[in-house]
C-alpha cells in the first residue's frame, strides 16, 4: 500500500483541515477539499476527481481527520454509496482506518 505515504504527507500539509484523495494503480492523487465546512468534512473537486478517473480505475477514496475519530455515519453511507473501498487517516492516532461499502 505504497499510496498511504503520500495520503499521510497531504494530510500533514492539509490540518487542521481534512485531506482528500483518490488512489488509481497504487498512485495517490491528491484532491482539493471543496467542503464549506473542511476541517469536518470533504468534498472532491469535481476536476480533481476528473483528472484521477482518466489515470484508470479508481481503487480508494482516501480522507483525513485531522483530530481523530473513527468514521462518521455520513461517511460510511457515502462509502456505500461509491461502491469502493475508503482509507480514512486519524492524524492523531497516526492509524488507517478501511470503511468497506
Not at 23 to 51: E, G, Q, R, W
Not at 61 to 68: A, D, L, M, Q, W
Request: neutral net charge.
Amino acid at each position: 500500500m505504497m499510496f498511504k505515504t503520500a495520503a499521510k504527507e497531504h494530510a500533514l500539509e492539509e490540518a487542521p483541515k481534512e485531506s482528500c484523495g483518490i488512489v488509481v494503480d497504487d498512485i495517490y492523487y491528491p484532491c482539493n477539499n471543496i467542503s464549506d465546512t473542511p476541517k469536518d468534512n470533504f468534498a472532491i473537486h469535481p476536476k480533481d476527481f476528473l483528472k484521477a478517473r482518466s489515470k484508470g480505475k479508481l481503487q480508494y477514496i482516501v480522507h483525513s481527520h485531522p483530530e481523530g475519530g473513527d468514521a462518521s455515519e455520513p461517511d460510511k453511507k457515502t462509502c456505500k454509496a461509491t461502491k469502493i473501498q475508503w482509507y480514512v487517516y486519524l492524524l492523531p492516532q497516526d492509524i488507517w482506518q478501511i470503511i468497506s461499502p
